[in-house]
């Protein structure tokens, strides 16, 4: 083995300075990537090594007074000829190397999950509906058919990588210079290269589009709901897979019925005389028209349930209820002629107003009868 500072071309003397600044002279003349050929790398992997001793005092101290550099080099047994395991893979393996990765990757991948939102109304949620959305997503390259070159070319072994996808670089750090592994820039790690991208997808393989997608929506969807949809995501890079698509539910809100949970519920409003004196009352629900009927004496707040025209249920079976409530308008602008009939209806009754709950009504009635006969 060649002597360090030679190696570097420096004097048993030189600074750390000194040292840093030839190496990367060094390095920069005889790097792979500027310089290929067995000779410059031969060459630059004395002047990587000759660095990672040099440049480290505790192993520049023993390499000085021993001629040896193993004594204290913390990870021991390092170099040039020990068998093929050399720092890098030391490093790597310290490290979990450079992004886990190894040898070229594939052009081909599976395309991205993708999740999209539909908006659909209160009746569709109800009873299920077949849809049909405008997606905007990644189809594979008609051109090309998703082999990302132009037609009758294929792709080409990178020439700076030769196929491996990956280079090796110095670097300095903690543990002096030391070569590390990071994907081919001439070929992004890929191992080949296209001499004639396609000229529809740019050597992507697929392009972006806008297309119809129509999906069955399972009555009982509700806002927040999604539906998984395997392989209808977008294609993959080269050709590859689609990934899956998630249609996110959305349920616009309905002016008449308001929802809670498998329950629709609404209102009427009834006059107070077809209150007072019972009714029938025709509802446009989501079934079509109901009619209800309204007891005698119907009290606002009275809530009338319709059994089985809710939301029909996403796990198990049946629908839930329509739950009506009941509202009674008190007339207002009354004319003189209904003034008076109301007063006389009063009269007649003998309405008096009440304050509190009934029981109480009938415990303060009791009270007073109870004073009458003292
Ligand atoms: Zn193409
Ligand atoms: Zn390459």
Do not use: W
């Given at each position: ?7 570097l071309?420096l004097?048993?003397d ?5 040292i ?21 790398a ?6 990587s090594?000759?660095f990672?001793?040099?440049?480290d ?17 913390g ?11 050399g720092?890098?893979?030391?490093f790597?393996?310290?490290m ?7 040898g070229?990757?594939?052009r ?8 999209i ?12 509906a ?8 990644a189809?594979?390259c008609?051109a ?10 294929s ?28 994907a ?11 001499p004639?991208?396609?000229h ?6 697929r392009?972006r ?14 806002t927040?709901?999604r539906i998984?949809?395997a392989?209808?995501?977008?294609a993959g ?35 107070m005389?077809?209150?007072a ?6 509802l ?26 809710g ?12 739950r ?8 207002t602008?009354?004319?003189s ?28 009635a009791?009270?007073?009868?109870n004073l009458k006969?003292?």
């Amino acid at each position: 083995m060649s002597d360090h500072y030679e190696t570097l071309g420096l004097s048993r003397d030189a600074s750390q300075e000194e040292i840093r600044r030839a190496y990367r002279k060094l390095a920069r003349k005889y790097h792979p990537d500027v310089n290929p050929g067995e000779e410059a790398a031969d060459r630059f992997k004395q002047i990587s090594h000759a660095f990672q001793v040099l440049s480290d005092p505790d192993k520049r101290r023993n390499y000085d007074s021993t001629g040896n550099e193993n004594g204290n080099a913390g990870f021991g047994g390092f170099g040039q000829g020990s068998g093929g395991f050399g720092f890098a893979d030391i490093f790597e393996t310290f490290m979990g190397a450079a992004g886990g990765q190894r040898g070229p990757a594939s052009r081909t991948r599976r395309g991205q999950d993708a999740q999209i939102r539909a908006q659909i109304s209160l009746k569709d949620a109800v009873f299920g509906a077949e849809t049909t959305l405008q997606v905007d997503t990644a189809v594979t390259c008609e051109a090309c058919n998703g082999s990302c070159c132009e037609p009758g070319t294929s792709p080409e072994t990178c020439s700076t990588c030769h196929g491996q996808g990956m280079i090796q670089r110095p670097v300095r750090s903690v543990l002096g210079t030391i070569m590390t592994t990071e994907a081919c820039p001439g070929c992004q790690g890929m191992g080949t290269t296209l001499p004639s991208p396609c000229h529809e997808c740019h050597g992507q393989g697929r392009v972006r589009a806008r297309k119809p997608l129509t999906i069955k929506v399972p009555a009982g969807v509700d806002t927040g709901t999604r539906i998984h949809l395997a392989g209808r995501g977008e294609a993959g890079p080269g050709g590859g897979p689609h990934g899956d698509l998630y249609v996110e539910i959305v349920v616009a809100p309905d002016a008449t019925f308001a929802r809670e949970g498998d329950n629709l519920s609404t209102t009427v409003t009834v006059p107070m005389a077809a209150a007072a004196l019972g009714t029938t009352v025709t509802l446009d629900t989501l079934d079509g028209p109901q009619t209800v009927t309204l007891a005698e004496g119907t009290q606002p707040g009275h809530v009338e349930v319709l059994k089985g025209l809710g939301v029909g249920r996403l796990r198990g079976v049946g629908r839930g209820d329509l739950r009506v409530n009941v509202l009674v308008a008190t007339p207002t602008d009354l004319t003189s002629e209904q003034r008076e009939l109301m007063e006389r209806l009063a009269e007649l009754r003998g309405e008096e107003v009440v304050h509190g709950a009934k029981h109480q009504k009938s415990m303060f009635a009791r009270i007073r009868e109870n004073l009458k006969n003292l």
